[in-house]
């Protein structure tokens, strides 16, 4: 797989056993809890493809990989 561009990155945090984003990339709401599983970051960061659904405007981030500290989407987030 061809490496991704740091544009298509977005960083995130686990709070309290829950996982947040800053800012959502899509609509710019600031603090949002993203509903996303453990299991699901667990699957993701091994390189399973998986999906966010923001709360706050419905779209959707397809995240192709996930490290401890970003999600790597497969659209340009920056």
């Known amino acids: 797989m061809k490496p991704l561009p740091f544009t298509h990155t977005w960083p995130y945090e686990k ?3 829950e996982i947040y984003v800053d800012s959502c990339p899509y609509c710019g709401e600031t603090s949002v809890l993203t509903h996303m599983k453990q299991s699901t970051l667990d699957r993701a960061k ?3 493809k998986s999906r966010i659904h923001f709360a706050c405007c ?3 981030m ?3 990989h996930a490290d401890d500290d970003y999600f790597w989407a497969d659209e340009p987030l920056r």
């Open 46 to 48: 091994e390189g399973i």
């Open 62 to 64: 397809v995240v192709l």
């Open 15 to 17: 709070q309290m056993g």
């Open 58 to 60: 419905h779209e959707v």
